[in-house]
Antibody, heavy 116, light 109 residues
Framework: VHLVESGGGLVQPGGSLTLSCAAS????????MHWVRQTTGKGLEWVSAIGTTDDTYYPDSVRGRFTISRENAGNTLYLQMNSLRAGDTAVYYC???????????WGQGTLVTVSS | QSALTQPASVSGSPGQSITISCTGTTSDVGSYNLVSWYQQHPGKAPKLIYGGSKRPSGVSNRFSGSKSGNTASLTISGLQAEDEGHYYC??????????FGGGTKLTVL
């Protein structure tokens, strides 16, 4: 199992960014997938989830600004982030879920910095 | 959804046992048997060490989880130097949402 995030970088407040997570080594389409972020030196925060039938879930902190999606044919997970704020600055991880809150594989993370 | 409460730090000597608590509410930890625990070393992604009331294969049986009321606990027995790092709990919080704890730094003396 291998998860590789990409797409992070520096973006101005109010800007947009799309993260990708390339999955390999397992049948991507049969797993729920999540995004979890970690602010520098701080804790973890759940960002979004997508089920096998493309059902999506978000916490209040990102709902309406972030959109999670998946492309099963290409084994890729996405996170489109709009109206970015300084508080969204973090390392973003994609993770494979085997239960709610139970993530057995994680990517290495990609850093998103929101700053002017 | 407020973060679950964990002690900022715990410490122990090699061979000892330590317990890390994770306190939530009746909306999360207290209502669901869906608490997971993660270990994180510097510069690395978190690693699942206990979830769904069981240990993943390959994780030492020195790690065990439990829950009482609104508080979940992770116990590490026979503490080893390699156990040093940060530990996070995560709970299902209803309505298809999750909440993490603030994290605990474990120091092996």
């Amino acid at each position: 199992v291998h998860l590789v995030e990409s797409g992070g970088g520096l973006v101005q407040p109010g800007g947009s960014l799309t993260l990708s997570c390339a999955a390999s080594g397992f049948t991507f389409s049969i797993y729920d997938m999540h995004w979890v972020r970690q602010t520098t030196g701080k804790g973890l925060e759940w960002v979004s989830a997508i089920g096998t039938t493309d059902d999506t879930y978000y916490p209040d902190s990102v709902r309406g600004r972030f959109t999670i999606s998946r492309e099963n044919a290409g084994n890729t997970l996405y996170l489109q982030m709009n109206s970015l704020r300084a508080g969204d600055t973090a390392v973003y991880y994609c993770a494979r879920a085997i239960g709610w809150g139970e993530f057995d594989f994680w990517g290495q993370g990609t850093l998103v910095t929101v700053s002017s | 959804q407020s973060a679950l409460t964990q002690p900022a730090s715990v410490s122990g000597s090699p061979g000892q046992s330590i317990t890390i608590s994770c306190t939530g509410t009746t909306s999360d930890v207290g209502s669901y048997n869906l608490v997971s625990w993660y270990q994180q070393h510097p510069g690395k992604a978190p690693k699942l060490i206990y979830g769904g009331s069981k240990r993943p294969s390959g994780v030492s049986n020195r790690f065990s989880g439990s829950k009482s009321g609104n508080t979940a606990s992770l116990t590490i027995s026979g503490l080893q130097a390699e156990d040093e790092g940060h530990y996070y709990c995560c709970s299902y919080a209803g309505s298809s949402s999750l909440v993490f704890g603030g994290g605990t730094k474990l120091t092996v003396l």
